[in-house]
């Protein structure tokens, strides 16, 4: 492809984003194909010579496009979202474009800068304390990687080195004190609760450690609690094991619940006061719900964040920075540091070897994306005010269904209310068995029919349909498509139910006409 070719390309594929973004919310939300669709549509071997672009361009919409699920629809409702805007695509083309590895200063100083820089922006626009700005008096800092998964991965790292080093600062250097290293190893946990993501746990099998759950409860609002804390750690130290780190979550995927952040540093508290050293390493996960601390009505939520070691969130979710764009923040970029920086020769330089933030020493990966550059373009173009407004009208969404559903008791309870943009209902049933059966049907129905594409969970025992709401495009008018979907397919649940010879016979029976 030459300049001539890319340029007509590059304005249709334009072009077609353009057509895309704007026409989403008239495609199938769910692709219809099925497993292993594409291997009969494909050639066996890659192609000897080249093809036009003309050609690629048709298979992909021929091909391709049928086997997309549409995440810009306002019609998706599932997870929680993760879609782009029109600046960050727009700063995509300038990324790759000028594509290079930027893994320390020289690379490319301004992605290192300006990478500082925005997260710095953020620190300040989610009201974060000053000890996770690069400026802050202990030395802090953010750093922009793929996905929350690989933010927990590379701080639990640096806390279980720093664990480590404090266990054995006072034995010299030798087979013992390595030996007691292990040792020590053997006997560190990694916590977190039944809301916390998978990913912690994720990361402790990778890195060869311990996982144990806290029980968050449903009279606590799904919420760890700091009383919970302290009793799981006393059971634990009394086994002899020594937990080490902790992942607090701000929006639990499951239920987007808030866990209990003071609760949870008094219980740390009380425990350095009697003695126990090292401190427990506290990572604050907030990959969907961290983007609403944009907003003066919820920045109380970072008040004790003072306490903890790191926190997350993910622009790529809800901020409309597109995939993959995961700001994590540190009070001290040296336990980072001390753990992941390796200077062989070829990547010294004089900047380097000064006081410059060298972005591999924060991250497992040597290379780095250019990530910065679009969250650069999409806090400039929407301004921190469009965002507000974006993240609003999520939340909004959610408190207007769950107005609806408790319209109608006959058929839905609100499981967990509008909490940011997510609402979990429970179709309404005899008793728990019956709730899980109606719930799973119902979902099954609205999810295979391809209008609305949400998820299910199961909590305590119990089927959950999740809805959530964070695409930019969706309105009111989605809001009610949804609801009467579900209203449908309640009603026709119940009606069926009702109908049977079976059901009418346990009725019959419990009123004692048999």
């Known amino acids: 492809m030459n300049v001539e070719e890319f340029l007509e390309a590059a304005k249709a594929a334009i072009e077609d984003a353009a057509e895309y973004q704007e026409n989403v919310a008239t495609k199938r939300v769910i692709s219809g194909v099925q497993p292993g669709y594409l291997n009969s549509l494909m050639p066996t071997s890659a192609p000897a010579d080249p093809e036009p672009f003309s050609a690629i361009r048709a298979d992909f919409h021929d091909n391709i496009m ?23 695509i727009v700063a995509e ?22 990478e500082v820089i925005v997260l710095d922006w953020l620190a300040q626009e989610l009201n974060l304390p000053e000890c996770f700005k690069s400026s802050g008096s202990t ?21 279980r080195d720093k664990y480590v080093a ?12 390595e030996d007691e290293m292990w040792r020590v190893r053997s006997k560190m946990v990694v916590l977190g609760s039944t809301g916390t993501h998978s990913c912690t746990q994720k990361a402790a099998n990778i890195l060869g450690l311990r996982f144990e759950t806290i029980r968050a409860h449903e009279e606590d609002s799904f919420s760890l609690q700091g009383r919970h804390l302290t009793t799981k750690l006393e059971q634990l130290e009394a086994r002899g094991l020594e937990p080490f780190f902790l992942t607090a979550t701000m929006g639990t995927t499951d239920m987007c619940a808030v866990d209990d952040f003071e609760g949870i540093a008094d219980s740390l508290k009380q425990r350095l006061a009697g003695g126990r050293y090292p401190d427990i390493w506290v990572h604050v996960d907030a990959a969907m719900a961290g983007s609403a601390l944009i907003l003066p009505e919820h920045k109380h939520n970072t008040k004790a964040f003072h306490n903890f070691s790191s926190f997350n969130f993910n622009p790529h979710k809800w901020l409309l920075t597109g995939y993959d764009c995961s700001a994590t923040f540190v009070r001290s970029r040296a336990d980072l540091v001390n753990t992941l920086s390796i200077k062989p020769a070829y990547l010294r330089n004089r900047p380097s070897d000064d006081d410059t933030t060298e972005y591999r020493d924060w991250q497992i990966a040597l290379g780095k994306r250019f990530r910065s550059l679009k969250l650069w373009f999409v806090l400039r173009s929407h301004g921190i005010s469009g965002l507000q407004a974006h993240v609003r009208n999520g939340i909004s969404m959610a408190e207007s269904l769950e107005l609806k559903l408790r319209t109608r008791p006959d058929l839905f309870t609100v499981f967990t209310p509008a909490r940011f943009a997510l609402v979990t209902l429970r179709v309404v049933g005899r008793d728990v068995d019956e709730m899980n059966a109606r719930t799973r049907r119902v979902f099954s129905r609205v999810t295979d029919g391809g209008e609305y594409y949400l998820t299910s969970t199961v909590v305590e025992g119990k089927s959950v349909i999740r809805v959530t709401f964070g695409v930019k495009s969706v309105r009111e008018e989605h809001v009610e498509g949804v609801f009467g979907v579900l209203v449908r397919e309640a009603e026709k649940e119940c009606r069926e139910q009702i109908d049977t010879p079976s059901y009418i016979a346990k009725v019959a029976e419990r009123e004692g006409r048999l």
């Open 66 to 88: 049928p086997g997309m699920t549409h995440w810009h629809s306002p019609r998706f409702m599932a997870f929680f979202s993760c879609h782009s805007s029109y600046p960050a």
């Open 93 to 114: 083309i300038y990324a790759n474009a000028l594509s290079g590895a930027y893994f320390n200063w020289i690379c490319s100083p301004a992605a290192t800068e300006l």
């Open 139 to 159: 030395r802090g800092g953010g750093v922009l990687h793929g996905s929350a998964s690989e933010a927990v991965l590379t701080v639990m790292a640096a806390a």
């Open 166 to 177: 404090a266990r054995t600062k006072d034995m010299p250097d030798g087979e013992d004190k």
